[in-house]
Nanobody, 119 residues
Framework: QVQLVESGGGLVQAGGSVRLSCAASGSISSIETMGWHRQAPGKQRELVATITSGDTTNYDDSVKGRFTIARDNAKNTVYLQMNSLKPEDTAVYYC?????????????WGQGTQVTVSS
């Protein structure tokens, strides 16, 4: 069984920073694209950032220049450094990964971690 476990959420003031982590565990052969999504109350889940196995990154326009996604392949972990946070960044943040178990590729989601930005 493969799972993703997130950590690092919490309450922060506007203009502050938070770093999220998401670690994959289980019988992993390889991890392809990893990413972060978020879902605010009453809104649909939206893409925040992705990073490929070759470290190519992609960001939603709303977070460009403020958020940085990175990964540590040795630790099967993806990070999201969030700076200059705004109240509208308040959401549950979910990590996602395409994980290969010997003969099958799975899309796996984490359980979510709350980030609340106060004004």
């Amino acid at each position: 069984q493969v799972q993703l476990v997130e950590s690092g959420g919490g309450l922060v003031q506007a203009g502050g920073s938070v770093r999220l982590s998401c670690a994959a565990s289980g019988s992993i052969s390889s991890i392809e694209t990893m990413g972060w999504h978020r879902q605010a109350p009453g809104k649909q889940r939206e893409l925040v950032a992705t990073i490929t196995s070759g470290d190519t990154t992609n960001y939603d326009d709303s977070v460009k220049g403020r958020f940085t996604i990175a990964r540590d392949n040795a630790k099967n972990t993806v990070y999201l450094q969030m700076n200059s946070l705004k109240p509208e960044d308040t959401a549950v943040y979910y990590c996602k990964a395409h994980i290969r178990v010997p003969s099958t590729m799975y899309l796996v989601w984490g359980q979510g971690t709350q980030v609340t930005v106060s004004s």
